[in-house]
């Protein structure tokens, strides 16, 4: 695997109105889901070559218990989410180096958990995230209805599955 240029690193930050403003170039779909999310409890890592966001990454880490995508993050967790590597620098090891970011920072702040759901067919992310030191802690089959997730069955490592129900959320968060 070709090295990430060493002289960049991650950054880490805080989701306010000014947020992007450090970067000199900025990809829209970066833009729009710091623009949803502002305001929330999360938190921006971006991994940055001559002042543009190539690769990224959001921490969910709410207060309270808070729904996102059908699976809820507690309070005292920090969860990945919307990771995102432009096409030309994949393969060079940036989601996992956004990850070892993330995992310090949580560790800092005292949070016990540092999790994400991958989707099976999504062997890069599988791959990524075994290279940056995580383990895979439970598998879930999900059904889904009219693009919803309704039901998930979670096997825990001693293999028992644990049925939720999902469609009664408190709060949905994006
Ligand atoms: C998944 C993703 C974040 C991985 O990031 P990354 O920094 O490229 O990860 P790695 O460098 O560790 O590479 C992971 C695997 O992807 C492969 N890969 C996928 N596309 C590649 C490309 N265009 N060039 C080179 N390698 C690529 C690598 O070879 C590597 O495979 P290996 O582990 O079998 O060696 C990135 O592919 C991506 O942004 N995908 C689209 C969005 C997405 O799926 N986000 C994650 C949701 S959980």
Excluded at 38 to 63: C, I, K, Q
Excluded at 67 to 93: A, H, N
Excluded at 118 to 147: F, H, T
Aim: aromatic letters at 6%; hydrophobic letters at 35%; charged letters at 25%.
């Amino acid at each position: 695997m070709p090295e990430p240029p060493s002289d960049r690193t991650v950054v880490s930050l805080p989701l306010e109105t000014d947020t992007l403003q450090r970067f000199r170039t900025l990809p829209p779909e970066l833009e729009n889901l710091v623009a949803r999310r502002l305001g929330g409890p999360w938190r921006l890592f971006v991994y940055e070559a001559e002042g543009t966001p190539v690769a990224w990454s959001f921490l969910h880490l709410p207060e309270q218990k808070e729904w996102l995508d059908s699976v809820p993050t507690l309070p005292g967790e920090c969860r990945e989410t919307s990771t995102f590597v432009m096409p030309e620098q994949r393969g060079k090891g940036l989601r996992a180096k956004l990850l070892e970011a993330q995992s310090a920072f949580c560790t800092d702040m005292g949070l016990r958990r540092h999790w994400a759901i991958v989707e099976k067919r999504n062997g890069a992310s599988i791959s990524s995230s075994l290279r940056a030191g995580g383990r895979i802690a439970a598998k879930s089959l999900v059904i889904k209805m009219l693009g919803r997730n309704i039901v998930e069955v979670r096997i825990t490592p001693n293999g028992n599955p644990r049925p939720s129900i999902l469609f009664r959320r408190r709060r949905e968060v994006r």
